[in-house]
DNA sequence: ATTGACCTTAGAGTCAACTCTAAGCTTATA
DNA sequence: TATAAGCTTAGAGTTGACTCTAAGGTCAAT
Protein backbone atom coordinates (compact mmCIF):
# COMPACT_ATOMS: atom_id res chain seq x y z
CA UNK A 1 0.00 0.00 0.00
CA UNK A 2 1.07 3.45 -1.01
CA UNK A 3 0.49 6.81 0.08
CA UNK A 4 0.19 9.55 -2.32
CA UNK A 5 3.51 10.72 -2.48
CA UNK A 6 4.86 7.78 -3.07
CA UNK A 7 2.54 6.87 -5.69
CA UNK A 8 3.47 10.09 -7.05
CA UNK A 9 7.21 9.15 -7.09
CA UNK A 10 6.40 5.64 -8.63
CA UNK A 11 4.49 7.42 -11.35
CA UNK A 12 6.00 10.33 -12.37
CA UNK A 13 3.12 12.29 -11.25
CA UNK A 14 2.42 14.60 -8.83
CA UNK A 15 -0.02 14.17 -5.31
CA UNK A 16 -1.64 17.23 -6.87
CA UNK A 17 -2.29 15.72 -9.95
CA UNK A 18 -2.95 12.52 -8.62
CA UNK A 19 -5.97 13.81 -6.51
CA UNK A 20 -6.99 16.32 -9.20
CA UNK A 21 -7.33 12.91 -11.28
CA UNK A 22 -9.50 11.57 -8.64
CA UNK A 23 -11.88 14.34 -8.84
CA UNK A 24 -12.33 13.09 -12.50
CA UNK A 25 -12.65 10.22 -11.58
CA UNK A 26 -9.68 8.28 -13.62
CA UNK A 27 -7.91 7.27 -9.82
CA UNK A 28 -8.95 6.35 -6.82
CA UNK A 29 -7.36 4.93 -3.59
CA UNK A 30 -9.49 2.08 -2.76
CA UNK A 31 -8.20 2.53 0.96
CA UNK A 32 -8.06 5.38 3.37
CA UNK A 33 -6.11 5.31 6.55
CA UNK A 34 -8.22 6.63 9.89
CA UNK A 35 -6.88 10.50 9.20
CA UNK A 36 -8.16 9.87 5.52
CA UNK A 37 -5.06 9.30 3.89
CA UNK A 38 -5.24 7.94 1.08
CA UNK A 39 -3.70 4.09 0.45
CA UNK A 40 -3.44 2.72 -2.95
CA UNK A 41 -3.17 -0.96 -3.55
CA UNK A 42 -1.78 -3.06 -6.54
CA UNK A 43 -4.64 -2.46 -8.47
CA UNK A 44 -4.97 1.05 -7.91
CA UNK A 45 -1.19 1.37 -9.20
CA UNK A 46 -2.03 -0.32 -12.18
CA UNK A 47 -4.77 1.97 -12.95
CA UNK A 48 -2.62 5.29 -12.09
CA UNK A 49 -0.23 3.68 -14.22
CA UNK A 50 -2.01 3.06 -17.30
CA UNK A 51 -3.75 6.41 -17.02
CA UNK A 52 -0.08 7.66 -16.92
CA UNK A 53 0.90 5.84 -19.96
CA UNK A 54 -2.45 6.94 -21.79
CA UNK A 55 -1.17 10.60 -20.86
CA UNK A 56 1.63 10.19 -22.30
CA UNK A 57 0.62 9.21 -25.49
CA UNK A 58 -1.61 12.23 -25.91
CA UNK A 59 -4.74 10.82 -25.38
CA UNK A 60 -7.16 13.75 -23.25
CA UNK A 61 -8.36 12.78 -20.18
CA UNK A 62 -12.23 12.28 -21.00
CA UNK A 63 -10.28 9.33 -23.73
CA UNK A 64 -8.59 7.90 -20.80
CA UNK A 65 -11.87 8.26 -18.98
CA UNK A 66 -13.43 6.18 -22.39
CA UNK A 67 -10.65 3.44 -22.09
CA UNK A 68 -10.68 3.07 -18.48
CA UNK A 69 -14.42 2.17 -18.24
CA UNK A 70 -13.68 -0.34 -21.12
CA UNK A 71 -10.25 -1.40 -18.84
CA UNK A 72 -13.04 -2.45 -16.13
CA UNK A 73 -14.96 -5.20 -17.74
CA UNK A 74 -13.21 -5.84 -21.25
CA UNK A 75 -15.83 -8.75 -22.15
CA UNK A 76 -18.83 -6.05 -22.28
CA UNK A 77 -16.84 -3.75 -24.58
CA UNK A 78 -15.32 -4.87 -28.10
CA UNK A 79 -11.61 -3.70 -29.63
CA UNK A 80 -13.90 -1.73 -32.31
CA UNK A 81 -14.32 0.46 -29.58
CA UNK A 82 -10.92 1.05 -28.73
CA UNK A 83 -9.49 1.63 -31.99
CA UNK A 84 -12.69 4.31 -32.38
CA UNK A 85 -11.18 5.76 -29.86
CA UNK A 86 -7.32 5.57 -31.32
CA UNK A 87 -8.22 6.31 -34.60
CA UNK A 88 -9.86 9.79 -33.54
CA UNK A 89 -7.20 10.47 -31.58
CA UNK A 90 -4.92 9.52 -34.62
CA UNK A 91 -7.25 11.88 -37.07
CA UNK A 92 -7.17 14.83 -34.49
CA UNK A 93 -2.81 13.86 -34.46
CA UNK A 94 -2.74 14.04 -38.58
CA UNK A 95 -4.67 17.57 -38.71
CA UNK A 96 -2.58 19.38 -36.66
CA UNK A 97 0.75 17.86 -38.07
CA UNK A 98 -0.91 18.72 -41.69
CA UNK A 99 -1.34 22.75 -39.85
CA UNK A 100 1.96 22.67 -38.09
CA UNK A 101 3.58 21.72 -41.89
CA UNK A 102 1.95 24.17 -43.12
CA UNK A 103 3.08 26.98 -40.77
CA UNK A 104 6.78 25.24 -40.39
CA UNK A 105 6.89 25.41 -44.22
CA UNK A 106 5.60 29.16 -44.22
CA UNK A 107 8.07 29.95 -41.29
CA UNK A 108 10.71 28.35 -43.34
CA UNK A 109 9.93 30.60 -46.55
CA UNK A 110 10.22 33.70 -44.25
CA UNK A 111 13.56 32.81 -42.66
CA UNK A 112 15.11 32.38 -46.05
CA UNK A 113 14.02 35.42 -47.63
CA UNK A 114 15.53 37.85 -44.55
CA UNK A 115 19.18 38.83 -44.01
CA UNK A 116 18.68 38.40 -40.68
CA UNK A 117 21.38 41.10 -40.15
CA UNK A 118 21.57 44.08 -37.53
CA UNK A 119 20.62 46.49 -40.55
CA UNK A 120 17.20 48.55 -39.85
CA UNK A 121 13.67 46.78 -40.76
CA UNK A 122 12.87 49.08 -43.27
CA UNK A 123 13.33 46.86 -46.20
CA UNK A 124 12.96 43.43 -44.24
CA UNK A 125 11.45 41.23 -46.48
CA UNK A 126 9.87 39.20 -43.61
CA UNK A 127 7.52 42.65 -42.32
CA UNK A 128 6.87 43.12 -46.11
CA UNK A 129 5.50 39.53 -46.35
CA UNK A 130 3.43 40.06 -43.56
CA UNK A 131 2.42 43.48 -45.06
CA UNK A 132 1.20 41.83 -48.58
CA UNK A 133 -0.55 39.26 -46.52
CA UNK A 134 0.09 36.82 -49.55
CA UNK A 135 0.94 34.17 -46.89
CA UNK A 136 -1.92 31.06 -46.89
CA UNK A 137 -3.12 30.66 -43.95
CA UNK A 138 -1.67 27.74 -41.58
CA UNK A 139 -3.74 28.06 -38.65
CA UNK A 140 -7.69 26.63 -38.12
CA UNK A 141 -8.14 26.94 -34.56
CA UNK A 142 -6.92 27.40 -31.51
CA UNK B 1 -13.62 54.98 -42.67
CA UNK B 2 -14.64 51.75 -41.64
CA UNK B 3 -17.37 50.78 -38.84
CA UNK B 4 -16.40 47.48 -36.46
CA UNK B 5 -18.86 45.53 -38.60
CA UNK B 6 -17.12 46.15 -41.63
CA UNK B 7 -13.33 46.00 -40.64
CA UNK B 8 -14.76 42.59 -39.65
CA UNK B 9 -16.27 41.85 -42.75
CA UNK B 10 -13.16 42.47 -44.47
CA UNK B 11 -10.26 40.83 -42.27
CA UNK B 12 -12.42 37.59 -41.44
CA UNK B 13 -12.49 38.54 -37.40
CA UNK B 14 -15.61 39.42 -35.56
CA UNK B 15 -16.34 42.13 -34.05
CA UNK B 16 -15.79 40.98 -30.19
CA UNK B 17 -12.13 39.64 -31.44
CA UNK B 18 -11.54 43.28 -33.10
CA UNK B 19 -12.28 44.60 -29.29
CA UNK B 20 -10.74 41.74 -28.12
CA UNK B 21 -7.32 42.88 -30.08
CA UNK B 22 -7.56 46.75 -29.08
CA UNK B 23 -7.97 45.72 -25.24
CA UNK B 24 -4.71 44.40 -25.87
CA UNK B 25 -3.08 47.05 -27.60
CA UNK B 26 -2.74 45.65 -31.44
CA UNK B 27 -5.38 46.80 -33.01
CA UNK B 28 -7.20 50.35 -32.46
CA UNK B 29 -9.59 52.60 -34.42
CA UNK B 30 -7.63 56.15 -34.87
CA UNK B 31 -11.48 57.82 -34.99
CA UNK B 32 -14.59 57.63 -32.97
CA UNK B 33 -17.70 59.23 -33.99
CA UNK B 34 -19.81 61.61 -31.44
CA UNK B 35 -21.81 58.19 -29.98
CA UNK B 36 -18.51 56.39 -29.30
CA UNK B 37 -18.54 53.93 -32.45
CA UNK B 38 -15.23 53.05 -33.73
CA UNK B 39 -13.84 54.65 -36.99
CA UNK B 40 -11.10 52.86 -39.08
CA UNK B 41 -8.86 55.03 -41.87
CA UNK B 42 -6.38 52.99 -43.91
CA UNK B 43 -3.63 52.78 -41.84
CA UNK B 44 -6.02 50.97 -39.27
CA UNK B 45 -7.22 48.40 -41.95
CA UNK B 46 -3.45 47.57 -42.69
CA UNK B 47 -2.45 47.53 -39.22
CA UNK B 48 -5.11 44.68 -38.66
CA UNK B 49 -5.10 42.63 -41.61
CA UNK B 50 -0.97 42.40 -40.67
CA UNK B 51 -2.76 41.05 -37.13
CA UNK B 52 -4.59 39.26 -39.10
CA UNK B 53 -1.83 37.59 -41.36
CA UNK B 54 0.56 37.30 -39.09
CA UNK B 55 -2.29 35.42 -36.82
CA UNK B 56 -2.91 33.06 -39.75
CA UNK B 57 0.93 32.09 -39.55
CA UNK B 58 0.67 31.18 -36.11
CA UNK B 59 2.28 33.83 -33.97
CA UNK B 60 0.63 34.36 -30.62
CA UNK B 61 -1.07 37.49 -29.68
CA UNK B 62 2.36 38.34 -27.51
CA UNK B 63 5.04 37.65 -30.85
CA UNK B 64 2.30 39.91 -32.89
CA UNK B 65 2.56 42.28 -30.24
CA UNK B 66 6.48 42.31 -30.57
CA UNK B 67 5.88 42.60 -34.15
CA UNK B 68 3.82 45.69 -34.54
CA UNK B 69 6.22 47.35 -32.43
CA UNK B 70 8.99 46.84 -34.94
CA UNK B 71 6.35 47.83 -38.00
CA UNK B 72 5.96 51.42 -36.32
CA UNK B 73 9.06 52.45 -36.13
CA UNK B 74 11.52 50.23 -38.64
CA UNK B 75 14.08 52.34 -38.49
CA UNK B 76 15.00 51.70 -35.02
CA UNK B 77 14.60 48.14 -35.27
CA UNK B 78 16.81 45.32 -37.12
CA UNK B 79 16.43 42.68 -39.34
CA UNK B 80 18.06 40.08 -36.70
CA UNK B 81 14.87 40.87 -34.42
CA UNK B 82 12.71 40.04 -37.12
CA UNK B 83 14.18 36.80 -37.95
CA UNK B 84 14.95 36.45 -33.85
CA UNK B 85 10.77 36.28 -33.47
CA UNK B 86 10.37 34.45 -36.55
CA UNK B 87 13.20 31.65 -35.60
CA UNK B 88 12.01 31.15 -32.01
CA UNK B 89 8.24 30.24 -33.84
CA UNK B 90 10.05 28.02 -36.03
CA UNK B 91 12.10 26.43 -32.89
CA UNK B 92 8.24 25.96 -31.18
CA UNK B 93 6.27 24.75 -34.22
CA UNK B 94 9.42 22.17 -34.54
CA UNK B 95 9.41 21.29 -31.15
CA UNK B 96 5.87 20.48 -31.16
CA UNK B 97 6.13 18.83 -34.84
CA UNK B 98 8.65 16.11 -33.02
CA UNK B 99 6.05 15.60 -30.58
CA UNK B 100 3.01 15.15 -33.11
CA UNK B 101 5.35 12.67 -34.76
CA UNK B 102 5.87 10.22 -32.23
CA UNK B 103 2.27 10.04 -31.04
CA UNK B 104 1.21 9.58 -34.70
CA UNK B 105 3.67 6.62 -34.70
CA UNK B 106 2.48 5.56 -31.51
CA UNK B 107 -0.97 5.62 -32.39
CA UNK B 108 -0.16 3.81 -35.72
CA UNK B 109 1.84 0.96 -34.17
CA UNK B 110 -1.47 0.86 -31.77
CA UNK B 111 -3.62 0.78 -34.08
CA UNK B 112 -1.90 -1.84 -36.57
CA UNK B 113 -1.55 -4.44 -33.54
CA UNK B 114 -5.33 -4.45 -33.11
CA UNK B 115 -8.02 -6.21 -34.92
CA UNK B 116 -10.25 -3.42 -34.35
CA UNK B 117 -13.34 -6.07 -34.62
CA UNK B 118 -16.42 -6.77 -32.98
CA UNK B 119 -15.06 -9.42 -30.35
CA UNK B 120 -14.47 -8.31 -26.76
CA UNK B 121 -11.66 -6.16 -25.60
CA UNK B 122 -10.17 -8.99 -23.22
CA UNK B 123 -6.98 -9.54 -25.47
CA UNK B 124 -7.55 -6.10 -27.21
CA UNK B 125 -3.67 -5.18 -27.96
CA UNK B 126 -4.27 -1.97 -27.71
CA UNK B 127 -5.36 -2.61 -23.75
CA UNK B 128 -2.11 -5.00 -23.49
CA UNK B 129 0.35 -2.18 -24.71
CA UNK B 130 -1.60 0.57 -22.64
CA UNK B 131 -1.16 -1.59 -19.69
CA UNK B 132 2.51 -3.12 -19.91
CA UNK B 133 3.50 0.82 -20.49
CA UNK B 134 6.53 -0.01 -22.71
CA UNK B 135 5.70 2.94 -24.89
CA UNK B 136 7.60 5.70 -25.18
CA UNK B 137 6.32 9.15 -24.17
CA UNK B 138 5.81 11.32 -26.34
CA UNK B 139 4.22 14.25 -24.63
CA UNK B 140 5.89 16.99 -22.50
CA UNK B 141 3.68 19.93 -22.24
CA UNK B 142 0.22 19.88 -22.47
C1' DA C 1 7.33 17.50 23.68
C1' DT C 2 8.57 19.69 19.70
C1' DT C 3 10.00 19.96 15.17
C1' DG C 4 9.32 19.16 10.36
C1' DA C 5 7.60 16.49 6.75
C1' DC C 6 3.49 14.82 5.05
C1' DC C 7 -1.43 14.51 4.67
C1' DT C 8 -6.41 16.48 4.23
C1' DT C 9 -10.10 19.71 2.00
C1' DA C 10 -12.52 23.22 -0.73
C1' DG C 11 -11.80 26.28 -3.69
C1' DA C 12 -9.24 29.78 -6.31
C1' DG C 13 -5.78 30.82 -9.89
C1' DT C 14 -3.22 29.98 -14.38
C1' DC C 15 -2.68 30.04 -19.46
C1' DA C 16 -4.24 31.68 -24.34
C1' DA C 17 -7.32 33.36 -27.14
C1' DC C 18 -11.27 34.11 -27.53
C1' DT C 19 -16.60 34.23 -26.86
C1' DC C 20 -20.51 35.78 -24.94
C1' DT C 21 -23.86 38.54 -22.00
C1' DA C 22 -26.51 42.33 -20.31
C1' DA C 23 -28.06 46.73 -20.40
C1' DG C 24 -28.40 50.50 -22.84
C1' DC C 25 -27.46 53.95 -26.77
C1' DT C 26 -27.62 55.09 -32.10
C1' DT C 27 -28.74 54.77 -36.72
C1' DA C 28 -31.01 53.24 -40.90
C1' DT C 29 -35.10 51.70 -42.98
C1' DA C 30 -40.23 51.20 -43.69
C1' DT D 1 -42.54 56.75 -35.56
C1' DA D 2 -41.54 52.39 -34.69
C1' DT D 3 -38.75 48.64 -35.35
C1' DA D 4 -34.63 46.27 -36.17
C1' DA D 5 -29.94 46.18 -36.76
C1' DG D 6 -25.80 47.74 -35.05
C1' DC D 7 -22.93 49.96 -31.70
C1' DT D 8 -21.05 50.75 -26.73
C1' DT D 9 -19.09 48.99 -22.06
C1' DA D 10 -17.53 46.11 -18.20
C1' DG D 11 -17.10 41.97 -17.01
C1' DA D 12 -18.04 36.95 -16.84
C1' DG D 13 -17.60 32.40 -19.09
C1' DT D 14 -15.14 28.79 -21.96
C1' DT D 15 -11.61 25.04 -22.67
C1' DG D 16 -8.22 21.52 -20.72
C1' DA D 17 -5.17 20.24 -17.61
C1' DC D 18 -3.35 21.34 -14.19
C1' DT D 19 -1.25 24.15 -10.11
C1' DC D 20 -1.44 26.31 -6.01
C1' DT D 21 -3.19 28.16 -1.44
C1' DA D 22 -4.90 28.27 3.15
C1' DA D 23 -5.97 26.30 7.21
C1' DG D 24 -5.54 22.62 9.62
C1' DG D 25 -4.75 17.48 11.13
C1' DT D 26 -1.08 13.44 11.47
C1' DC D 27 3.11 11.05 12.03
C1' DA D 28 8.10 9.82 12.68
C1' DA D 29 12.15 11.18 14.81
C1' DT D 30 14.87 13.67 18.09
Given at each position: MLKI????????????????????????????????YRYYNEADIRRAEFVKTARNIGFSLEDISQLLSIRVDKTSHSCQEVTDITQ????EVNAKLEELRSMQNTLQILLKSCCGGPENATHCSIMEALEAGDLKKTRSAA
Open positions: SELAAKTGLTAHTIRFYEKHGLISASERSEAGHKLD
